[in-house]
């Protein structure tokens, strides 16, 4: 019986120490959105190829997401019009109404906040 609550109490300590561990201050987010600007410099400093580029980009963003608890979740809401169905990170704006334009030969569908040509 003895060992079974030194068992438990073992698990137990470690269980809060790794919570504590877990736990993200503002100091500590603010150092990895730091970290990760300093990351993305180096990515763009012009020096890599765009396939290395590319993947330095996705590896600083990865890491801020872990340092965050992981990614945004994402969120699946309609456009104004009803149109479309649009499948982005929470947070992110929901774009305006479009505008269709059919011809003989093909259908484009231009975007209402679309600067004009």
């Given at each position: 019986m003895?060992?079974?609550v030194f068992r438990a109490a073992a698990s137990?300590?470690?269980l809060v120490a790794a919570l504590g561990a877990a736990a993200q201050t503002p100091t500590d987010l603010q150092q990895a959105q730091?970290?990760?600007e300093r990351q993305l410099a180096v990515c763009n400093s012009g020096k890599l190829p765009a396939p290395e580029r590319e993947a330095c980009v996705r590896d600083a963003g990865a890491a801020l997401d872990?340092?965050?608890?992981?990614?945004?979740a994402n969120v699946t809401t309609r456009t104004p019009d009803r149109r479309a169905t649009l499948v982005?990170?929470?947070?992110?704006?929901v774009p305006g109404a479009t505008e269709t334009?059919?011809?003989r030969?093909?259908?484009?569908?231009?975007?209402?906040?679309a600067p004009t040509r």
């Open positions: 003895t060992r079974l137990g300590a470690l730091e970290r990760h872990r340092a965050r608890g992981g990614p945004p982005a990170p929470a947070g992110e704006p334009v059919r011809s030969r093909s259908t484009t569908v231009v975007p209402a906040d």
